[in-house]
């Protein structure tokens, strides 16, 4: 269903619902909200998304299909190695500028960890891939232990954007930036240094 295109209504009442979920909270914004900011019917809404957890899972997809192309066409035009890695913390400040409320998926977990809601699986798979983006960026820049170096940029990345956001802190994504950096340039040196190295 995820992948159906979208009727000229359905697209509507998607952009609407991905614009008043990110604002508002999910729970706090109902169908008939929706359908009337769309304006179509409640009927229409439930045609093209089958209920409101529909709606939920093709917001949280498509935020995630846009995340990523987001990031990707930022770093693909860097120059490869640690520039790269580096990149995807300048392409969180660009993403961050239009998302004052903080991370949609973690907002999204806020009001549906502990279910079993499908939309968990859309939740950690946008996770896991920012966190793999990050291993293979560190793989192709010849970094060691890609696996371990990828979660932990990632760890960085994602409190970025909470200090950023819940801690007010307008510097949070250069902090962010500055300590990846730091952390590349030595386990760059350590590389040089060890019996070997180049």
């Keep these: 269903m995820l992948d159906k295109p979208l009727t000229p209504a359905g697209e509507r009442i998607l952009t609407v619902a991905s614009e008043l979920f990110y604002a508002h909270g999910i729970r706090a914004v109902g169908v008939d909200l929706i359908a009337e900011e769309a304006g179509t019917t409640k009927k229409t809404l ?8 529909g709606l939920v ?4 997809a498509r935020r995630y ?15 490869p190695g640690s520039t790269r890695i580096l990149g995807v913390y300048d392409a969180l400040d660009a993403w961050m500028r239009g998302n004052r409320r903080g991370c949609g998926f ?7 960890g502990g279910t079993d809601s499908p939309v968990l699986a859309i939740i950690e798979s946008e996770k896991a891939w920012t966190r793999s983006l990050f291993a293979r960026l560190a793989t192709e ?12 940029l990632s760890l960085l ?3 970025a954007v909470v200090m950023g956001t819940a801690g007010g802190r307008d510097d949070a994504i250069a902090v962010a930036r500055s ?20």
């Design 46 to 53: 439930y045609d093209r998304f089958g209920s409101k957890d």
């Design 57 to 60: 899972q093709h917001y949280l």
């Design 65 to 79: 299909r846009l995340w990523c192309e987001h990031v990707t066409q930022y770093v693909d035009t860097l120059e």
């Design 106 to 112: 973690v907002n999204a977990f806020a009001e549906f």
């Design 141 to 152: 820049a010849g970094y060691p232990d890609a696996e371990d170096l990828g979660t932990r």
């Design 157 to 159: 990345h994602e409190g």
């Design 179 to 198: 300590v990846a950096a730091e952390l590349l340039a030595a386990l760059a040196m350590a590389r040089v240094g060890a019996p070997g190295g180049t």
